[in-house]
């Protein structure tokens, strides 16, 4: 028999029974029951109840090993009776006798529990990583995220791509956020940059030949967590296609995204085909540009309506109406809920009205309409008895973040809700440029290297912040997946959108020398894409934190609990690098 098992713990099955067996795990949970030891033991496959009866060298052994001890024990496999049968473990017909037990692995006190989530903290669970992975639910998502990539690399070879790495050791890239560095010993004062994406690397890839490329790409960026994002490094899907326009992109890529949530997401619907959503449809229809398409409510702009109202709360601003059919049955407190809800997302408050039986208008607002306002939000609103409406007034971006969150709950509320279902969308036509309202200046809104809609026509001849860009994002249930682009592989075309940006062609050339050098030797037109992995996972997972779906990641401030780092270094570490310290400074 194998020195340390010869069956794993999820295998064993009634038709086992009478089997001698060897098996190795961990002390999952002990039950003594009138001197009867039942123990669940636990391996990466699975549990299976032990037995150790009174009086017996293995029942002693087992009251005295702390949970999470390794052991081995052999046994033999007997029948539960029909009043013991656990139908909620595929091992819960049998259990086995144990006759021998041997320790591999003590375990120490534990921090906390394994067995049951008992609400230990964040902070807690990280820094003893390796014990929160062992938690069911840990498990369940790692396994789901290897089977997820797996699956991932299986379906893309299929649709023509070739999987290829990329550098780590790189240069600096406009990515929109921070670079982690990485200095040089054998080129003194000088730094490699961590890839915030192989964005650059993939498009060389096309323009070398190859056509369809893909890569679970490791990226890095120094920029702040958020529940859907990890600080430091997360994984994207790469995907780079040739002789391409976006269609071309949408395919495979729909293809894929349908196939893998299908496979993975516990029989949610995936819908499909994707809607492609205008950027500027999105915002005002939705208040954002990764709307979740799973509430079936619709925002609509009213300002025309107020702009010469009497109604001064509304008049001169921008005012966007929330129609909610099938309300005649809710109570003030619906209402008023949702006007708590709206303030905690920053509003100051919730103006509504609804519709009787009658049509006539009842709510705090209703007396400040006047006819003609009333007829006009009937026509534009499409309202019939049982509607009510909630009104958000003030700044554009302001109205739009507000009534966006106001959306999505009054659908919950109001059974407007689509349950387990997967919605996703492709947002489209982004803006190429956008203005700093503060300095007015001029910069690129999404990815630099897009092409321009109308190419270097548009550039030269068209109001910048009427340029649509080549742009689009991939969204599900209100979590955007991935930007992507058709590039810019014209020279000329790149410069003159970098001049609009505010770099001069001496920058231009310096900062992106490479893809330049490469453009200049035949760039086939190219685009494409790279869905987050991570939050591919957090989806299909149901997990509403995206740490939740990564072996080791960072806290919220970019630390490694575990290992401990970011860490000093030792002083003559840094004379090597030719590095020396400029601490901050302490506020007085």
């Known amino acids: 028999m194998h020195r340390y098992r010869s069956h ?79 139908p909620d473990l595929p091992t819960g017909e049998i259990e086995v006798e144990v006759t021998e037990v041997e320790v591999l692995g003590a375990s120490a006190p534990l921090p906390f529990t394994i067995n049951t989530d008992d609400g230990v903290n964040e902070e807690r669970r990280l820094e003893y990583r390796f014990l929160d992975l062992r938690r069911e639910r840990m498990h369940r998502n790692i396994m789901l995220r290897t089977a997820v990539i797996s699956a991932i690399r299986h379906k893309m070879t299929a649709l023509g791509f070739n999987e290829m790495a990329t550098p780590i050791l790189t240069a600096t890239s406009p990515e929109g956020a921070r670079d982690f560095l990485v200095p040089s010993r054998l080129n003194p004062g000088k730094f490699y940059a961590l890839p915030q994406a192989p964005q650059q690397f993939k498009q060389l890839l096309m323009i070398a030949g190859f056509d369809r490329y893909f890569q679970i790409a490791p990226c890095f960026r120094d920029e702040d967590a958020r529940a859907d994002r990890s ?115 920053g509003a100051k408050g919730l103006a509504w009205i609804r519709v009787g039986e009658n049509n006539e208008l009842a709510g705090p607002i209703a007396k400040f309409l006047t006819e003609e306002d009333t007829k006009a939000l009937t026509d534009r609103l499409d309202l019939k008895p049982g509607h009510a409406v909630f009104f958000g007034a003030g700044e554009f971006d302001e109205v739009s973040k507000i009534m966006s969150a106001v959306r999505v709950e009054a659908a919950k509320r109001a059974g407007h809700f689509e349950e387990n279902v997967f919605r996703f969308c492709w947002i489209v036509d982004f803006p190429m440029f956008e203005k700093d309202e503060e300095t007015g200046k001029i910069d690129f809104s999404h990815n630099p290297f897009s092409m321009p809609q109308g190419g270097l026509e548009a550039l030269q001849t068209q109001d910048p912040l009427d340029i649509l860009g080549w742009q ?117």
């Open 231 to 345: 600080p430091g490094e997360f994984y994207q899907l790469d995907v780079e296609l040739s002789f391409v326009e976006q269609e071309d992109v949408f395919q495979p890529i729909e293809k894929l995204m349908t196939e893998l949530f299908e496979e993975f997401g516990n029989g949610r619907h995936v819908t499909s085909p994707f809607p492609r959503i205008p950027f500027r449809e999105s915002m005002l229809k939705y208040g954002n540009d990764k709307p979740d398409l799973r509430a079936k409510l619709e925002l609509v702009d009213v300002s025309d309506i107020f702009a010469g109202s009497g109604f001064k709360a509304f008049a001169g601003k921008h005012v966007r109406a929330l129609p909610v059919p099938d309300t005649a049955g809710q109570s003030r407190k619906f209402f008023d809920g949702l006007g708590e809800y709206a303030a905690e997302h």
């Open 8 to 86: 794993t713990c999820g295998e064993l099955r009634a038709s086992d029974v009478g089997t001698d067996v060897r098996l190795s795990g961990w002390l999952h949970n002990r039950r003594d029951l009138g001197g009867i030891l039942f123990i669940d033991l636990r391996d990466h496959h699975g549990l299976v109840q032990l037995v150790a009866r009174p009086g017996t060298p293995a029942n002693e052994a087992l009251s005295h090993i702390t949970k999470e001890t390794v052991v081995r024990i052999d046994g033999k496999v007997s029948a539960r009776g029909a009043e013991n049968i656990n």
């Open 472 to 588: 689009y994002d991939i969204v599900c249930n209100g979590t955007e997946l991935s930007s992507g682009a058709i590039r810019n592989h014209e020279p000329d075309v790149m410069f003159k959108a970098f001049e609009i940006a505010g770099y001069d062609r001496e920058t231009v050339e310096k900062e992106f020398a490479g893809m330049l050098r490469a453009f200049q030797y035949g760039a086939p037109p190219h685009g494409g894409i790279a869905p987050g992995v991570d939050r591919i996972v957090m989806l299909l997972a149901d997990e509403p934190n995206i740490r939740e779906t990564i072996a080791f990641p960072l806290n919220g401030n970019a630390q490694d609990l575990l290992m401990g780092a970011p860490a000093e270094v030792e002083e003559a570490r840094l004379r090597e690098l030719n590095i020396a310290l400029r601490k901050p400074v302490a506020d007085k």
